[in-house]
């Protein structure tokens, strides 16, 4: 936060504070007034405001830092309060024996007219003191909304950034294309692939609004785009499923599936007498296991913007466990724990997934 401009605000209430709270005196006691006095004593009370104001402010940062936590809020106003009573004290002792040594004071000097400077000092370094942090805090409340208004921003961006890397247009285009070709030879077959494309689009762009998804709504996507993939390809594509039933409400990022299927169609070739082999499946310590094999394309392939580090960082945003990654040359694997639904809203596996 930058600082507070008050240089100007400073000098000139200063000066004001000191010629009124002199002339009320001079008035309030009864006394002839001096020029001389009156101007000796307004000098002397624009030194002491001016001191008053600068420990003060000095005070009230110290605090503020000190206590900056939202649970010391009660360690920061006690303490913040202490200081302005000691403050006030020590300097209405200096200020108003120096008044007295110099001869300015208009009346008797006692503990009551002491004791009613020391109020009227308290009373001013709690306004000088409330001045300062309703600015703050006033600030921190601006800074605090454009911040809010800064993260919605940014998420409706990521959200726009996301679909427009989820709804790729190669796949639409290709996928359109073959709809095209089978609205000429089997109007059937058209019609169920275009219901298994609209189940497809309509999955991905719910993707966005919803960010854990159960596996066994995974999977039912998965048939789905399954299907338009081996309408397109035919039998280069093998799939091999064996999925438990216990696992079917268990919690994973959505589009998972997606990502790992789609890099794996990417970096390997299409072979009708070596199809791309993919076996999907859950295992008995709580696994879901994608593994499809290996056949890489003989030319460089450029990097899907990071897909795949993508699903990673969206596993840690999420606070899953990060996905096991192994390539063994034959093989290519990612292994995904699952955690059940009651795991994830209980704070079990990450408290931050119960927010969810």
């Known amino acids: 936060m930058k600082p507070l401009n008050d240089k100007w605000p400073r000098r000139i209430i200063t000066l004001a504070l ?55 809020t009660r360690q920061r106003v006690v303490t ?31 503990w009551r007219s002491y004791a009613l400077n020391v109020v009227g000092g308290l009373v001013c370094t709690v306004l ?7 600015i703050y805090y006033l600030r921190k409340y601006g800074e605090a909304v454009q911040e809010a208004e800064a993260v919605k921003k940014e998420g409706l961006q990521s959200q726009y950034d996301s679909l427009k ?43 966005g609004q919803k960010p854990m998804v159960t596996l ?13 993939l081996d309408t397109r390809f035919g039998d280069v594509l093998r799939w091999e499923l064996d999925m438990n039933e216990y696992f079917a409400d ?17 970096h390997n070739q299409l072979l009708s007498d070596q199809p791309l082999r993919f076996f999907i499946q859950t295992t008995v310590n709580g696994e879901l296991v994608v593994r499809n094999s290996i056949k890489r394309k003989r030319t460089s392939v450029a990097p899907s913007q990071g897909r795949l580090m993508k699903l990673a960082a969206n596993f840690e945003m999420l606070g899953f466990p990060q996905p096991v990654i192994e390539d063994d040359g034959r093989h290519f694997t990612v292994r995904i724990a699952l955690f059940q639904r009651e795991q994830i809203l209980s704070g079990s596996v990450n408290p931050k997934l119960s927010n969810l």
Do not use: M
């Open 165 to 207: 890397n989820q709804v790729n247009p190669h796949f639409l285009f290709n996928s359109l294309n073959c709809l095209s070709a089978l609205i000429s030879e089997d109007k059937r077959r058209a019609g169920l692939f275009l219901d298994e494309l609209s189940s497809v689009y309509r999955y991905l762009l719910q993707a």
């Open 18 to 72: 000191a010629l009124v709270l002199n002339f009320f005196y001079f008035r309030n006691n009864r006394y002839d007034f001096d020029a001389k006095i009156y101007l000796s004593r307004s000098v002397l009370s624009t030194v002491y405001i001016v001191l008053i104001w600068e420990l003060t402010v000095g005070w009230v940062l110290y605090v503020r830092s000190r206590y900056a936590n939202i649970n010391q």
């Open 128 to 134: 000088i003191g409330s001045t300062y942090e309703a």
């Open 216 to 228: 066994s709504e995974e999977v039912s996507f998965l048939n789905s785009y399954r299907y338009l």
């Open 250 to 266: 268990c919690l994973l990022p959505s589009l998972t599936l997606q990502v790992l299927i789609e890099n794996a169609l990417r």
């Open 80 to 110: 913040t309060i202490v200081g302005y009573v000691s403050l006030t004290v020590i300097l209405q002792l200096v200020f108003v024996g120096l008044i007295d040594l110099a001869g300015f004071y208009v009346v008797a000097l006692t």
